[in-house]
């Protein structure tokens, strides 16, 4: 089994300029103002259709341990922002039996 890379921004900006009839200028922009859309909507949950979302999750405050000293620190609550994949998606890497 060949082991492949992840494509980079600009080899994804070339592929979707080569599949459309948009040019290289035009697809970068597209790409950051989806960027710049999900950034500034990330708070309120921000879905890409058949990819996954953006969602805000609520972390408990908890204990942890600091590896260096091995002393018990306390981890204070707080938001996280979490990707959750659509369903489509984890089809395509493993389809259903």
Do not use: H
Request: net charge positive; hydrophobic share 45%.
């Amino acid at each position: 089994m060949a082991v492949t890379k992840a494509m980079t921004k600009a080899q994804i900006i070339a592929s979707l300029a080569e599949s459309s009839d948009l040019s290289k200028k035009q697809v970068n922009a597209v790409m950051e103002a989806q960027m710049a859309l999900a950034y500034e909507q990330a708070k309120n949950g921000y879905t890409i259709p058949g990819i996954g979302k953006l969602v805000v999750v609520a972390r408990k405050a908890r204990k942890g341990r600091n590896p260096a000293t091995g002393e018990v620190i306390n981890i204070p609550a707080k938001k996280v922002l979490k990707f959750r994949v659509a369903k489509a998606a984890k089809d395509a890497i493993s389809p259903k039996k």
